[in-house]
């Protein structure tokens, strides 16, 4: 074998393992849409109702919670679940849920997240925080996550608690993270493929549903990917709709944050 032809093959061989251990064209939380477990029902159900996010994207920090209507909410992270806990949809509405549930890393399979070991802080990228959140059904799988990621090991309890602590700050760097890309690329989308009045008659109560009117309104048109989709919606639930304003704007914590 010449020398070009090894360079290549070792070349080659890194990237695969690249690809393979998730350090490279996808993400840690992801998997495919057939593995990922979708109990949520509608047009939305792909979709994280509380920030639009693709659910089998960000699927192993994944909550959900089971109302007793018999509802399903899935969420893309703990960070979403207790902002409708605390802040918006079951804001007061607690007895109303009769269980959460968190996906399992391992088996990719939903648990009870009252019975889950959760690892917080590892070096595995995080969803919605900069403080990593995975839970597991066992707790030697926990163990050893921590062993290879870092991190401390919990329960939902002192994971929710870390969240309500993120909270603030998580809130900053996700505004943050949309007002330098996807505010941008949404407005640009906005102006250049969107039928306006068509959009205002859009009639959605989460951003999860605003989403998925957008992709089969086709008010934006067609072939929109997940990407564009997401920053058309939060353009106009954010901005245009001034949401995002109306809830953290008078937040002096959020706000103490965003201005750093």
């Not at 070096?123 to 839970?135: E, F, I, L, P």
């Not at 066992?138 to 990621?149: C, L, P, T």
């Not at 989308?189 to 992709?215: E, P, Q, S, V």
Request: glycine share 6%; with cysteine; proline share 1%.
């Amino acid at each position: 074998m010449n020398k070009t032809v090894t360079v290549l093959a070792a070349a080659l061989f890194s990237v695969s393992s690249l690809f393979a251990m998730g350090g490279m064209g996808k993400m840690f939380q992801s998997v495919s849409q057939e593995k990922a477990q979708i109990m949520q029902k509608g047009e939305s159900k792909m979709y994280c109702p509380n920030c639009g996010m693709y659910l089998p994207k960000f699927y192993k920090t994944s909550h959900a919670a089971k109302l007793k209507n018999g509802e399903v909410r899935q969420y893309c992270s703990i960070y979403c679940l207790t902002e409708e806990m605390e802040l918006t949809t079951l804001r007061g509405k607690k007895d109303r849920v009769e269980q959460i549930m968190v996906v399992d890393v391992p088996s990719l399979q939903y648990i009870d997240a009252k019975k889950a070991y959760y690892v917080v802080g590892s070096k595995k990228k995080g969803t919605m925080t900069a403080n990593s959140k995975y839970a597991f059904a066992q707790k030697e799988a926990a163990e050893q996550f921590a062993a290879q990621n870092g991190g401390a090991i919990t329960d939902f309890d002192g994971a929710y608690a870390a969240a309500l602590d993120d909270f603030a700050r998580d809130t900053a760097m996700v505004y943050k993270k949309r007002s330098s890309k996807m505010y941008k690329m949404g407005k640009k989308l906005y102006n250049t493929k969107c039928d306006k009045a068509a959009i205002k008659r859009l009639d959605a109560h989460t951003m999860g549903d605003m989403k998925a009117m957008i992709k089969t309104s086709k008010a934006c048109g067609e072939n929109l990917n997940d990407m564009q989709l997401q920053g058309i919606m939060l353009y106009w639930w954010d901005v245009k709709l001034d949401k995002f304003e109306k809830l953290y704007g008078k937040n002096k914590e959020v706000q103490k944050y965003i201005n750093k």
